[in-house]
């Protein structure tokens, strides 16, 4: 008679399983250009990724770096590209976290001069909502394994 429960909780864990882990220290970035392409770094809390190794890869040779270097104090790496293109821009901590992106990039003169910004990864709310989310999908994958333990348990107690 308790086969039910922990056939549901399987069936709960297959289904919820595909959601992923959820990463422990997110990276995220801004990109502003202008003459010149500047990169900011940092977590999903808002702490900076200050003096981490970057390299950055020109879309002419992707294999060799560009430019390699630190970020500064605030997270930021800065790159003047002299191609058009996909730039690749690598930043990894001491402990492994970090980001490997494509940012599309003009040389200067190519476009036309000012500055904006814009999330080089995606959509930004979207990246915060995300997060913000993934400890509830944890909660309620836990809610619901010892929901099938509890109805394990009853059905156990008050069986024949």
């Known amino acids: 008679m ?8 399987v069936a709960l864990l297959v289904v919820l399983l595909p959601l992923g882990p959820a990463a ?16 900011k770094a940092y977590f ?12 950055v ?4 040779d992707p294999k060799i770096p560009y430019q390699k270097g630190r970020t500064d104090r605030r997270g930021y790496l800065a790159f003047v590209p002299d191609a058009p293109g996909k730039w690749r821009v690598r930043i990894v901590d ?12 003009t040389p200067p003169g190519a476009s036309a001069p000012g500055r904006s910004q ?12 995300a997060f913000a989310l993934r400890p509830l999908g944890g909660l309620a994958v836990i809610g619901l394994l010892f929901g ?13």
């Open 24 to 39: 422990a220290h997110e990276v995220l970035h801004t990109v502003e250009r202008g003459r010149a392409v500047a990169v």
């Open 118 to 129: 814009e999330p080089a990864s995606g959509d930004a709310v979207s990246s915060t909502v």
């Open 94 to 105: 001491d402990t492994g976290h970090g980001l490997d992106t494509a940012i599309d990039a």
């Open 44 to 55: 999903a809390d808002g702490e900076e990724m200050a003096y981490v190794q970057y390299e």
């Open 2 to 9: 308790m086969r039910g429960a922990p056939a549901l909780a």
């Open 148 to 160: 099938a333990l509890y109805m394990a348990y009853r059905r156990r107690k008050a069986g024949p």
């Open 57 to 60: 890869y020109s879309p002419a």
